[in-house]
Structures are given as C-alpha cells and as structure tokens.
C-alpha cells in the first residue's frame, strides 16, 4: 500500500501559477495511474487530471490549456503545474493512486473522462489547500 502525501498550495492572485506536488512513501505505485482531484468548499469532489505510468495524461475541461500533469515515477512523485489560475479554481487538492493498466477500472480512463473516474481512485492524501484571489 501507497501513502501519498501533497504539497505546494496556497494563496494565489489569479492569473498566477503553483506546482502541486505529490510524494509517495511506502510501497512505490508502480505501474498505478495518478490523478488529482479538488473539491470546493460546498461543492461535490471533482475530478482534475490523471496520468499513465508512461505519461498518457487527461483533464477536465475547466483546466485544459492553464493545467498540466506530470509524474517522475523513479522519484515516486507525480506533480499539477497550474497557471492562469482563476478565482474557481480555489479547491482542497488531493492527489490519489489509480487502477493498473490491464485492470477493469483502468478501462476507458483515459477516454472520458468517466462518470465514476473518482471512485476508481485509491491511497488518496490529505490534502492541500489552494486559494486564488481575485
């Protein structure tokens, strides 16, 4: 088992930019997909990005374009460079350990994003807070 934990939030006026970082300890994760995640003070968890092991990326339509997803998989650390950031996109980010190539819930991941992409999602971390003001 994974655990991961984020780092690199804060507060930001819009139109600037924080890198995220996501370090794993423990058993490293491998082969797993990587994906970010945010949820808004009131709102529902939403999903953000997530990449393959060998870096096949997906985003959500509200950060394509200003997002961009990495991961250094001998450093067990996946990252979220974001710019341009706005005023909405003021979240909890949690970074979190996905399914295995291979794996039923690794289908159609990348083609989506779908549904239920969140709940095929585990080892999520704690979380780090990002405020963008206006």
């Known amino acids: 088992q994974v655990q991961l934990v984020e780092s690199g939030g804060g507060l930001v006026q819009a139109g600037g930019s924080l890198r995220l970082s996501c370090a794993a300890s423990?058993?490293?994760?491998?082969?797993?997909?990587m994906g970010w995640f945010r949820q808004a003070p009131g709102k529902e968890r939403e999903f953000v990005a997530a990449?393959?092991?060998?870096?096949?990326?997906i985003y959500a339509d509200s950060v394509k374009g200003r997002f961009t997803i990495s991961r250094d998989n001998a450093k067990n650390t996946v990252y979220l460079q974001m710019n341009s950031l706005k005023a909405e996109d003021t979240a909890v980010y949690y970074c979190?350990?996905?399914?295995?190539?291979?794996?039923?819930?690794?289908?159609?991941?990348?083609?989506?994003?779908?549904?239920?992409?969140?709940?095929?999602?585990?080892?999520w971390g704690q979380g780090t807070q990002v405020t963008v003001s206006s």
């Open positions: 979190a350990a996905g399914p295995t190539p291979g794996s039923y819930n690794y289908t159609g991941l990348f083609s989506g994003p779908p549904p239920d992409i969140g709940d095929r999602f585990r080892s």
């Open positions: 423990g058993r490293t994760f491998s082969n797993n997909a």
């Open positions: 990449i393959s092991w060998l870096g096949r990326t």
